[in-house]
């Protein structure tokens, strides 16, 4: 199984600046990453796949990079709405897996 | 337009058998690629997979949790099912239903709300 390690657990940011958050797996996966978000009470909603590819609808200051065992998604410029969980998840093979989320809070 | 919701009781007693319901639309389960997943999240904790189904009706399942789990599609009343058995207070969790819109990318782009179930006597 594929272990997911995202870091740091919370981080705490003001409005209008940006977000650096890490996910790292315990063997490569190659490309195959996607980032989620989550708001309380609500869904996940799809962010990024393929480590880089941003889903439909998704604004721009989202942007994800990296591959094998060490991936990034970075927020420029945050907004309100961006406060949020965020979880990365692989698909490598077929026994999928989340990493444990990071928590964006504001400063 | 894509829409899921997942319908199922909202508890249950430990050791009995949950069955959840996905009920879909503007989903073709059995054409392209696409899949639909079973995704759970205990209250304040991180999501886990649990189960996905392909358009082939193949199945996969979480490796922790595959000896409890079965997956199935009705894709005359476009539904896929889930049943957990030997329920446990720690299987309390929301549960989700979601599309893979291309089972060459097993990422989720379209949720269900998630339905709450309490295992609880």
């Known amino acids: 199984e594929v272990v997911l390690t995202q870091s740091p657990a919370t981080l705490s940011v003001s409005p209008g600046e940006g977000a650096t958050l890490s996910c790292r797996a315990s063997?490569?996966?190659?490309?195959?990453l996607a980032w989620y978000q989550q708001k309380p009470g609500q869904a996940p909603r799809l962010l990024i796949y393929g480590a880089s590819t941003r889903a439909t609808g998704i604004p721009a200051r989202f942007s994800g990079s990296g591959s094998g065992t060490e991936f990034t998604l970075t927020i420029r410029s945050l907004q309100s709405e961006d406060f949020a969980l965020y979880y990365c998840q692989h698909y490598n093979n077929w026994d999928l897996t989340f990493g444990g989320g990071t928590k964006v809070e504001i400063k | 337009q894509v829409t899921l919701r997942e319908s199922g009781p909202a508890l249950v007693k430990p050791t009995q058998t949950l069955t959840l319901t996905c009920t879909f639309s503007g989903i073709s389960l059995g054409t392209g690629t696409v899949c639909v997943g079973w995704i759970r999240q205990p209250p304040g904790k991180a999501l886990e997979w649990l189960a996905l189904?392909?358009?082939?009706?193949?199945?996969y399942y979480s490796t922790s949790l595959k000896t409890r789990l079965t997956i199935s599609k009705d894709a005359s009343k476009d539904q896929v099912v889930l049943t957990m058995t030997n329920m446990d207070p720690v299987d309390t969790a929301t549960y989700y239903c979601?599309?893979?819109?291309?089972?060459?990318?097993?990422?989720?782009?379209?949720w269900g709300p998630g339905t709450v179930v309490t295992v609880s006597s």
């Open positions: 979601a599309r893979v819109p291309d089972g060459n990318y097993l990422v989720f782009d379209y």
């Open positions: 063997q490569s996966i190659a490309s195959n």
């Open positions: 189904i392909d358009w082939d009706g193949d199945k």
